[in-house]
């Protein structure tokens, strides 16, 4: 499994929003000039993570966007979810995999348990944690 760079500069977005909550909205030129990420792929991420429902926004001079949770209520893996969507090493054990040879095949207990691993240390991570 490789996280692109969507995944850690959402990772990167969340924290900026949380260290910088005060109670206003938060720009989007502000984030990508503090994280050194471009305002264009930085609105691609945003809205990523707006549509899976883990920001606020508004718009406007005084527009932005917010954490809809205190950080110790997000979980790494819903965050990376939403950026990278699923996060399986493999496609055959994606949800919609069809794989013909998965009842005989000798390496899908290894790749499921990797997975479990994986899975299981990354939803055991908050935000909060990263701060």
């Known amino acids: 499994m490789k996280i692109s760079t969507k ?11 949380a ?3 005060n109670g206003d ?5 502000d984030i990508a000039n503090r994280q050194e990420i471009s305002l264009k792929y930085l ?11 883990l920001l606020k926004a508004a ?9 809809i949770k205190e950080p110790k209520e997000y979980s790494v893996l819903e965050i990376l979810e939403a950026t990278e969507g699923d996060l399986s090493p493999t496609d055959c054990l994606k949800e919609d995999a ?9 390496t899908y207990s290894f ?4 997975d479990e691993v994986i899975t299981k240390y990354i939803a055991s991570k908050t935000l909060e944690d990263l701060l």
């Not at 995944?7 to 929003?17: E, W």
């Not at 069809?98 to 000798?106: A, L, V």
Request: net charge positive; hydrophobic share 35%; aromatic share 8%.
């Open 7 to 17: 995944g850690r500069y959402a990772l990167r977005i969340m924290i900026d929003l």
């Open 19 to 21: 260290e910088n909550a």
């Open 25 to 29: 909205y938060i720009s989007l030129k």
């Open 43 to 53: 609105e691609k991420i945003i809205s990523k993570l707006n549509k899976a429902g």
């Open 59 to 67: 718009r406007g001079n005084n527009g932005g966007y917010q954490l």
């Open 98 to 106: 069809n794989c013909s040879r998965k009842e005989i095949c000798k």
């Open 111 to 114: 790749w499921k348990g990797m």
